[in-house]
């Protein structure tokens, strides 16, 4: 059986089963076989798009879970038709990735401009993304196998630069922190932004953005994407240009806190020395609570606007730190989850019993809460799942409650 002939045959099978197949089929080159027939079953749900190109071929299983999603690049693509508009009319519009891996960002990214160039330093990842280019029909790209950093030195000026540094060490273990990752971008800041009129790093989700924001200076924009309210990726802009501008209005960056197609946004002083201006509505002691709650998404837990959030929506936090939300109206624009308040109790045995009569499963959740959900759980005797979201948190009058939800579409 030949190579392709097998792919086609086995395209929808356990892979580990199929490693065990090897010794039937000599001709086939198995680890090859193995990483396109896991590759393209990935792909089916993270890149639609290409799993339905017969042309695309896939990478090593760890290049195929780290690269992004199709709905991460077409967000870079919006970004980078944004930023394009910045530009002088007059200028030629050019995209250089120095660190292109797979390739997802890169072909997505690349559409808009009129020409693009791809950098990758590992031979067999550019020799793969170079077949797909061809198969994608991009015809304004190039390609070159070589270093970033030596790269970056060769440039004279691009539209746009995007680096997605490698994200883990010599060992293969995972960094979180910028000046671990390769190449060290906190070393190449200032050229970087000198050879281009914008900068776009992807960062780890687990970075924190503030720091990130102070160590590599020049940002102005700040993406926090998640996907299904999953923290998928942190973006950064940067530029230097009309910086003298820049440096005499104020210190202010624009963030933008992205849940598949929500978007919430605003601004923040970085370096605001004058702490605390900027106040959350606290639902005040004694007072019951309204009829509705709200959690917010991933990224806007990982901005921590709260304050932002309570003023934009009119909405009161239940305490400074349990990030939930109430209020008197069902608010259907508002950036994360919505629920109907059923039932409030404390952990008194007799309040308890009256609030979960009836009420055998839940999803539980704890914020800003003295116990774990699997202690909980265990204490009020309850399953998991079903349609009740019950939520134990602390109020800002040290009341520990439980707050019995339903969820709202």
């Not at 400074?320 to 008197?328: D, E, G, Q, R």
Request: hydrophobic letters at 35%; aromatic letters at 8%.
């Amino acid at each position: 059986m030949e190579t392709s002939e097998f792919i086609r045959q086995y395209a929808n099978d356990d892979v580990k089963m199929l490693a065990l197949l090897g010794k039937r089929f000599p001709k086939v080159d198995l680890p090859y076989v193995l990483d396109q027939i896991r590759g393209r079953q990935l792909a089916r749900t993270k890149l639609p798009a290409w799993a339905s190109n017969e042309g695309i071929v896939y990478p090593p299983h760890l290049n195929m879970e780290q690269c992004s999603s199709e709905q991460t690049a077409l967000y870079k693509q919006k970004l980078a038709n944004r930023l394009l508009k910045e530009l002088p009319n007059d200028s030629e519009t050019i995209l250089t990735d120095l660190t292109g891996g797979f390739g997802v960002d890169f072909a997505y990214m690349s559409k808009p401009f009129k020409k693009a160039l791809y950098v990758e330093r590992n031979e067999q990842l550019c020799s793969i993304a170079t077949q797909n280019f061809k198969s994608l029909g991009l015809n304004n790209i190039s390609t070159k196998n070589s270093d970033a950093i030596e790269i970056l030195h060769e440039l004279e000026y691009v539209s746009i630069l995007f680096l997605d540094p490698a994200r883990r060490n010599s060992n293969g273990g995972k960094v979180v922190s910028i000046a671990d990752c390769v190449p060290n971008v906190l070393e190449l800041c200032d050229e970087m932004v000198e050879k281009s009129h914008f900068v776009v790093l992807k960062l780890s989700p687990m970075l924190d953005w503030h720091s990130a924001v102070t160590q590599l200076k020049y940002v102005t924009e700040v993406h926090i994407i998640s996907v299904s309210n999953e923290c998928k990726e942190l973006l950064l802009v940067l530029t230097n240009r009309n910086k003298t501008e820049i440096d005499n209005k104020t210190n202010t960056i624009k963030v933008f806190c992205v849940n598949d197609n929500d978007i919430f946004s605003y601004e923040e002083d970085i370096h605001s020395e004058k702490e605390g201006l900027l106040q959350q509505n606290i639902l005040g002691k004694d007072v019951a609570l309204p009829p509705y709650l709200y959690e917010p998404n991933a990224s806007i837990m990982k901005a921590g606007c709260f304050a932002q959030v309570s003023q934009t929506y009119n909405v009161s936090a239940l305490a400074h730190n349990s990030h939930l939300f109430v209020s008197p109206n069902l608010l259907s624009d508002f950036p994360g989850r919505k629920f109907k308040i059923l039932h409030t109790c404390t952990l008194n045995k007799k309040e308890l019993r009256h609030a979960l009569a009836d009420i055998t499963q839940a999803n539980v959740a704890v914020r800003n809460f003295p116990m774990r959900v699997d202690e909980l759980k265990k204490r009020l005797k309850l399953r998991d799942g079903g349609e009740n979201y019950i939520f134990a948190t602390t109020h800002d009058d040290k009341r520990h409650i439980l707050i019995i939800t339903k969820k709202e579409t």
